[in-house]
């Protein structure tokens, strides 16, 4: 019982940040049909620009970690203003071969940047764990949980409830309509890369403290993001949730309870099955219609 | 008319400027008296592998330049001829090419990793060359090859370093968690091994990828167990994790790291969660706290002054590879004026070569030569390093 319980705290706190890494891919996805294979990369900068602003700054947490997500958010920005839209024949293809392209770099610069070593920076708060039925629960999973559901309310507040959040959803159901409205649809493009990329760095800046991050952090990441976006339905808010939470939970008991070389291996199979059985992933966009 | 005699001059011209440049090059080359002895090295000096190749290359130079200061072997200088790999196998083999059919070398030091040494080695086996490679995989020298030998320390004297020491303190269980690549699937296939030789009941083997974040999950099986010792096999920043989740859950079974986190960079990561981790490590790391009979102990003092006032920084526990190869080969070259399989010979029966990374006694059967002499035992204590017997 301990065990399990031990393996549902481990699951939930991967599972989180899976589930952020799965609704920057989402989120980009319903806007702009484009998957970003370079986002496992842009959590991998909002995790280093947080060591370098908090340990090497010695920035208090909080303003560290804003800044942090709004230095990735604008690097997402420039990268589309720069790499995406100024494609002339913008076929999807074309572009998901220029986002594996921008992943290589981003890669190159994190090395030329931070070097080659992983780093190291102290957790959000130093309490020690929290003893539940004799599970340990790490306060840093807490502070995970904590930020992913504000971040998710806060998401779910903005595309429901606010102009600009109406107007990026218009824009993802029809680019024509939209246009014809008035709508400036290469400005909410470019938010919305804005807005992924920035979700990637609060991943990043969130698990900096649990993992070593390094440059090379960034592509395993990338693709377990991906595959819990797939599971829960690519190109929607609460399905990427979803998949997040359930490919966490259960790559942590896949470890505990049959093996730890399966670890990944779970994440992949699932993945494999839902596309059989589930081709939109469990809560497929269709019936969700985008976010 | 004209235009005939123009060609006609054009090979003498050519005829001429090939005399000149014969008469400038052979006046040159005449004035030394003998030729130089030529060493190639290859080292990974860029590319993810550098923080072997880079001390590597530096160790090299540093040793040739010791024994040319010296006058060099039997009067004759040596020369090193140097190429990156950039730890990539395919440019590894081209460079051995290079240096066989175009420099031609008498002997290669190098390469800096395990797949790119096991990519050269069919090469020099052929090309019937002596061969030092400084990278650490069992497989290199296991099974023998005549012509390839090895100056790292390997998995095989780490993990009975490690048993003798978890044997000493009557633990008869432990569980395992390496990383999942070549490094720890190494670690692992001789922790299992050699287990029942010290008594040893591996309860749990668990293992992790080479950027997982948390674990937790196998740490909690391992627990289960009940082990007297729990031994962690991998790179950073995997074992950093490790050690911080031991910590997290409150085990307190002792914790065994490997010789693969051997830097103050590991320290730097695990923070206040390194304290009483135990690891073998080369003797290098802990040089000026070695007692003053250690045979070592001068070498190791010896090399670390000298590199770190010829480079201005920080020697690393790598270069020794390097530095323990040329030194080998100056001591196996004497008398044999090149001859390659003369030099092949005197390797194998060089004995009690103190070096950086051990003492070498190489013969028929042992082309490493080291023996778990080469490994201490240290404790983090402090943020530091801590002796333990």
């Known amino acids: ?31 702009t049909d484009l998957i970003n294979f370079a986002h496992g990369e842009f959590v991998m900068l909002g995790a280093l620009v947080m060591v370098t602003l908090a340990v090497t700054f010695g920035l208090p947490l909080l303003p560290a970690l804003f800044l942090s997500v709004l230095v990735v958010g604008a690097a997402g920005m420039l990268f589309e203003r720069l790499a995406i839209r100024t494609v002339r024949h913008p076929e999807p293809i074309v572009l998901i071969i220029i986002t594996v392209g921008a992943s290589i770099f981003l890669r190159g610069i994190g090395m030329l940047i931070w070097g080659k070593d992983a780093h190291s920076i102290p957790a959000f708060s130093s309490q020690p764990p929290i003893d539940i039925a004799g599970a340990k629960l790490l306060t840093q999973s807490i502070w995970i949980l904590g930020i992913v559901m504000l971040v998710t309310a806060g998401l779910h507040f903005f595309y429901k409830r606010t102009l600009t959040g109406k107007a990026m959803e218009a824009c993802a159901i029809s680019k024509r309509a939209a246009w014809l409205v008035g709508i400036p649809s290469k400005w909410m493009v470019l938010l919305a890369f804005g807005l992924s990329t920035g979700m990637g760095a609060v991943a990043g800046t969130i698990i900096a403290p649990i993992t070593m991050p390094g440059y090379d952090m960034g592509t395993m990441l990338g693709l377990k993001g991906f595959c819990a976006a797939m599971l829960g339905g690519l190109g929607s808010l609460w399905g990427s949730i979803l998949g ?27 993945l494999l099955l839902v596309l059989y059985v589930r081709t939109g992933g469990i809560i497929s966009s269709a019936s969700v219609k985008r976010f | ?80 001829i140097i190429y990156d790999t ?106 299992l091994a050699q287990a029942s030789k010290f ?103 010896d090399y670390i002054t000298a590199y770190e006032s010829k480079y201005k920084e920080t020697v690393s526990g790598f270069g020794g590879y390097a530095y323990d190869a040329v030194n080998l080969l100056a001591k196996a070259a004497q008398g044999t004026d090149g001859d390659q399989k003369k030099i092949r010979d005197n390797l194998e029966n060089i004995k009690n070569h103190v070096g950086i990374s051990g003492v070498f006694n190489f013969s028929e059967t042992d082309h490493n030569g080291l023996d778990p002499s080469a490994f201490v035992m240290v404790r983090i204590k402090n943020g530091t390093w801590e002796l333990v017997e």
């Open chain 1, 1 to 31: 019982m301990q065990e399990i319980l031990q393996y549902l705290f481990s699951g939930i706190t991967n599972g989180a940040i899976y589930a952020v890494i799965a609704v920057g891919f989402s989120m980009l996805y319903s806007s």
């Open chain 1, 244 to 270: 997040g939470f359930l490919l966490g939970i259960l790559e942590a008991l896949g470890v505990g309870l049959v093996s730890s070389g399966l670890k990944d291996a779970t994440a992949f199979l699932l």
């Open chain 2, 1 to 80: 008319m004209c235009s005939q005699r123009k060609y006609r001059t054009i090979p003498l011209l050519i005829a001429t400027i090939t005399a000149a440049c014969l008469l400038l090059t052979s006046s040159v080359f005449g004035e030394s008296k003998k030729e130089a002895f030529k060493i190639g090295g290859i080292f990974s000096v860029t590319g993810p592998a550098s923080f072997l190749g880079d001390p590597e290359k530096k160790s090299m130079q540093l040793a040739i330049d010791q024994i040319n200061a010296k006058g060099g072997i039997d009067g004759r200088l040596l020369e090193g």
């Open chain 2, 86 to 191: 950039e730890a990539d196998p395919s440019k590894t083999v081209m460079s051995v090419g290079k240096l066989i059919n175009r420099d031609g070398v008498v002997t290669i030091i190098g390469p800096s990793t395990t797949p790119t040494t096991l990519a050269v080695i069919p090469i020099v086996e052929r090309a019937e060359l002596p061969f030092i490679s400084c990278a650490a995989g069992n497989k290199i020298t296991e099974p023998v090859k005549p012509w390839v030998f090895k100056t790292a320390q390997s998995d095989i004297q780490a993990v009975t370093t490690i048993y003798q020491h978890i044997q000493s303190r009557k633990i008869e269980k432990v569980g395992i968690i390496t990383v999942a690549n070549a490094f720890g699937e190494s670690g692992k296939e001789q922790l």
């Open chain 2, 199 to 301: 008594g040893i009941t591996v309860v749990r083997q668990e293992s992790f990828g080479t950027s997982d974040t948390d674990m937790t999950a196998q740490l909690t099986k391992i627990r289960q167990e009940n082990p007297g010792a729990i031994v962690c096999w991998g790179t950073n920043p995997g074992p950093a994790v490790v050690a911080k989740n031991v910590e997290q859950l409150g085990i307190d079974t002792p914790l065994y790291q490997s010789h693969g986190v051997a830097s103050p960079k590991f320290i730097g990561l695990a923070g206040s969660a390194a304290e009483g981790i135990l690891l073998p490590t080369g003797k290098i790391l802990v040089a000026d706290l070695l007692s003053d009979d250690d045979p070592q102990k001068q070498a190791l003092l």
